[in-house]
């Protein structure tokens, strides 16, 4: 078994703001993943990473940036933060280059910009 | 380009039903697979069940179990004798690309699930 940690857990920021959000798993997974969920609604892939120093865009992937200097670790960057811009950003790890594709979560981050 | 529908916004049960959902997918690849994930009022998301594109069987975990139509594109999930805690926003999932890896899901909008005693 693992696990996915998160931080923060809250994070508030103010309009054009530069914010960082960490992720680590110790499942010793090769893919991990950041997506946002906005209220009400599903899950939108803003990066990707097959490997330690691998980044692949999402969809969503305008606006941020990330960084996977470890394979245990996935940050992303918010590089300026909308005002009333609210959502949870979830990172996920799959196992095997993301062949099988059975996601393991974190718990999120709740993003909220003043 | 790849989509994943899920038209049931919600769905109210009685406790030790049977509840049913739907979602319909649109792909271009001959090999892809299907998931279901729950997530749960505390915003915990837990992988429920899978359908590889290749297999005819319907896969089955537990009480889950999907309804695999591959010439409608559809995976329906069917969940028997429900309980309380079944209580979730369930999310239907689509990875291309068969056993290649670097490719990641494309998820649906959810249907709301709720278990009434």
């Known amino acids: 078994g693992g696990i996915i940690t998160q931080t923060p857990k809250f994070l508030i920021g103010q309009e054009g703001q530069k914010l960082t959000l960490k992720c680590q798993q110790n499942?010793?997974?090769?893919?991990m993943y950041w997506y946002r969920q906005d209220s009400g609604k599903g899950l939108r892939l803003i990066y990707y990473?097959?490997?330690?120093?691998?980044?692949q865009k999402g969809d969503l992937s305008e606006g941020y940036d990330a960084s996977r200097e470890k394979k245990s670790s996935f940050s992303l960057t918010v590089t300026s933060a909308q005002k009333n811009e609210m959502a949870v950003f979830l990172c996920?790890?799959?196992?095997?280059?993301?062949?099988?594709?059975?996601?393991?979560f974190g718990p999120g981050t709740r993003l909220t910009v003043l | 380009a790849q989509k994943v529908t899920q038209t049931q916004t919600s769905i109210s049960v009685m406790e030790k039903t049977t509840v049913t959902m739907d979602c319909v997918y649109e792909?271009?690849?001959?090999?892809?697979?299907l998931f279901w994930y729950k997530q749960t009022a505390s915003g915990e998301i837990v992988f429920l069940i899978r359908?590889?594109?290749?297999?005819?069987e319907n896969a089955t975990v537990g009480h889950y179990s999907l309804n695999f139509q591959k010439p409608k594109s559809s995976i329906g999930l069917i969940i028997t004798a429900t309980q309380i805690e079944d209580s979730a926003v369930y999310f239907c999932?689509?990875?291309?690309?068969?056993?290649?890896?670097?490719?990641?899901?494309?998820f649906g909008t959810g249907t709301t699930v709720s278990v009434s005693p």
């Open positions: 996920a790890s799959s196992t095997d280059r993301g062949r099988y594709a059975e996601q393991f």
């Open positions: 499942f010793n997974h090769d893919t």
């Open positions: 990473s097959i490997t330690e120093n691998d980044l």
């Open positions: 792909t271009q690849d001959s090999s892809y697979f």
């Open positions: 359908q590889d594109s290749y297999k005819k």
């Open positions: 999932a689509m990875r291309e690309g068969g056993y290649q890896g670097g490719r990641a899901l494309i």
